[in-house]
């Protein structure tokens, strides 16, 4: 399942990447059509359609072309050399990289006509010459440099986060109901104290790289990372299944626990992590002006935090709350029971708790 998962998951990366390079080459042969004049068909004695014709298969064979360059370059050669470099230095790396293969490529293919192993019958690749090689290179740079920073910013806020953005989904203040887990590492003050700040942030990067590679699995979000703790989101729709965010915490245990010797060796520790789950309605808003941040506000989410801090009182490593336990099916609620009704700090409404059978 985790297999098939990651494959369709990439096969959808792929075909994305071969969509934006088709749309770019096809936006590129209707504006070289609208700088042509009615001599150019009539000197070449060729019409309007068949020119077309020949163009847009053009660039829908350099689109998969470019496409599964990028594709490939990306899943197999810029993770090795580019992974520790910002956005924009990485950007132009990978640009001049990209450049590279595809120009090769590019004679490769021209090579072949040449010698009739393969015949090219598109107007302008036949035309090849200085002039047109430049223009093609700045444009696949600019088609390059765009996708890149695309994918990049996508990556960075989240894929959810980033559509919501570019589509304004929350401009005006939204109600949604959503699952909240609140995810902090245990005895935090005190790693931080022996490991010193520096290591201590890498151990947090290594941590939630981790988490990172699971989340898509269980379909969880990223609502923000605060120090040490990740607060993660799941929307509510019908057909949701919540023993899918219990799963995604055991998993992240257990491939922690499965990793214990790489983080001893680097760190002298295996990190633990606790966590509170939390359910209800939420306003989701699009927040500020000079940085614009998607926002949840609502009890749920104070609710979740103060849970999240009994962990320890409680001696367990996983706390959900009533809303969260009702909505499970009886079969996950056997692995629940019922610890206290309190009232929670700043709260004035008491909250049942539950904790999970270690």
């Not at 580019?82 to 990289?97: A, K």
């Not at 390059?144 to 304004?168: D, W």
């Not at 809303?323 to 049942?352: H, M, W, Y």
């Amino acid at each position: 399942m985790k297999y098939s998962l990651k494959t369709f998951l990439k096969f959808k990366e792929y075909l994305q990447i071969i969509a934006l390079w088709i749309a770019a080459f096809l936006f590129y042969v209707f504006m070289t059509y609208s700088m042509i004049d009615d001599a150019f068909f009539i000197t070449r004695k060729i019409g309007v359609k068949d020119f077309l014709l020949s163009e847009i298969t053009g660039a829908l064979t350099v689109g998969v072309f470019m496409g599964s360059i990028l594709f490939v370059l990306q899943e197999f050669v810029y993770p090795r050399f580019f992974h520790n470099y910002g956005i924009l230095l990485t950007t132009l790396l990978r640009s001049l990289l990209f450049l590279i293969v595809c120009f090769l490529g590019l004679l490769i293919v021209l090579e072949l006509n040449k010698v009739h192993y393969i015949r090219i019958n598109n107007w302008f690749a036949l035309q090849v010459n200085a002039k047109w090689l430049i223009c093609f290179t700045v444009y696949c740079l600019i088609v390059h440099i765009f996708i890149t920073l695309l994918q990049a910013f996508s990556r960075r806020l989240g894929s959810n986060y980033f559509k919501n953005l570019l589509r304004g989904n929350y401009m005006i203040p939204v109600v949604e109901y959503r699952v909240f887990m609140f995810l902090d590492m245990c005895s935090s003050a005190t790693v931080a104290e022996e490991a010193g700040h520096y290591n201590y942030s890498l151990l947090l990067q290594e941590c939630f790289t981790d988490l990172s590679e699971i989340l898509v699995e269980y379909n969880a979000e990223v609502y923000q990372y605060v120090g040490d703790e990740a607060v993660l989101t799941w929307k509510v729709k019908e057909g949701f299944k919540r023993q899918q965010c219990i799963e995604l915490y055991e998993a992240f245990a257990v491939r922690l626990l499965g990793k214990k010797e790489l983080y001893k060796r680097k760190f002298g520790l295996v990190p633990r992590f606790k966590a509170s789950i939390n359910e209800g309605l939420v306003t989701v808003a699009e927040i500020g002006q000079i940085k614009t941040e998607i926002a949840y506000h609502g009890d749920v989410l104070s609710t979740a935090a103060r849970v999240r801090d009994l962990c320890n009182d409680y001696k367990t490593n996983l706390l959900i709350t009533q809303s969260f336990f009702e909505q499970l099916t009886s079969f996950d609620q056997d692995n629940f029971t019922a610890i206290e009704t309190t009232i929670l700090r700043g709260k004035k409404r008491p909250v049942t708790i539950y904790k999970s059978f270690d």
